[in-house]
């Protein structure tokens, strides 16, 4: 169903509201007054702070159960890295992330990778049903079971830990859209709660200011069902950073491994992992075909045609 055919509670009964009241001073109209001595009487400030409760709701795009909302600046840079899961994890100040021309990303925190990418698509998944800044509830259990991760204590452990990383950093991202630059400052997950018994309930609430990175021409709807078939975090970052270009550019070995984040010591090693990760991505029905160009290690890929319905960059 198309956005626009949704009404979402918050925001329809404020429309309620002001339709209600402004009927009824069409009923009673007031002695007229001259313009200059007209004043706000309660239903006046009634009706304006409803319109400004209105018009300041932020909904996220409601896009299908099958697919999630990735922002391309997100997906054409390092701040989701591809580090192993058991590799120690950096505390950056400030740092500059690598990205593609056009996105700039300055990040404060603890290093993020491809499993807080996965909890943080998730997290906005469940926020695009409400409006933006609505605290988004879920049980731990049924979170993991989205994300295909053991439902054992090590993942209920690092599913905090992936939260608490996505709250305590602090994240500057400036990007050039199709309507002009952009820009969002402020952390990826605004605050959260739980209550750590039988059910692990949590509530967690991302800021109001994130749709920013979710215009049309900002996100990338992406297959999620094909990311969960993916073991490999170099795998996935391909998925995700192949997924934002409708005709994807040649990139130099070079280049994809700076953009991902790769530890990798030698650029060999990089290069044999990033062959195994395209050739997964070929199983799995997404890419069609693949190369390196060995004179001048130029990555050239071939894409299957996107899933009808789903938006992309």
Known sequence: MPATAIKHKPLSDALQR???TLAA????PARAMPMTQLSLDADDEAVRRDVEQALNIAQLPLWENQVRGLPNPLARSAL???ARQNEPRQHLKERPITSVKGVEIFY???ELRQDDEDVFLNLVHLARSQPLGHEVSFTAYSMLKSMGWPTSAPSYERLRLCILR???NAVEIRFDAGSGKRGYGGTLVQEFTFKDESDRQ???RLNPKLITLFGTDA???LDWRQRLKLRSPLAKWLHGFYYTHREPFGYKVETLKGLCGSSAQQLYHFRNGLKKALELLVEQGFLKSWK???MTDVVTVVRNARPQGLLGA
Do not use: C, M, N
């Open 292 to 294: 390196i160009d060995p």
């Open 108 to 110: 404060t925190g603890e």
């Open 80 to 82: 989701f890295s591809v």
């Open 25 to 28: 001073k069409r009923k009673h």
């Open 166 to 168: 996505l709250t305590a």
């Open 219 to 221: 996100y990338t709807q």
């Open 18 to 20: 002001i339709e209600e």
């Open 202 to 204: 949590w509530k967690v």
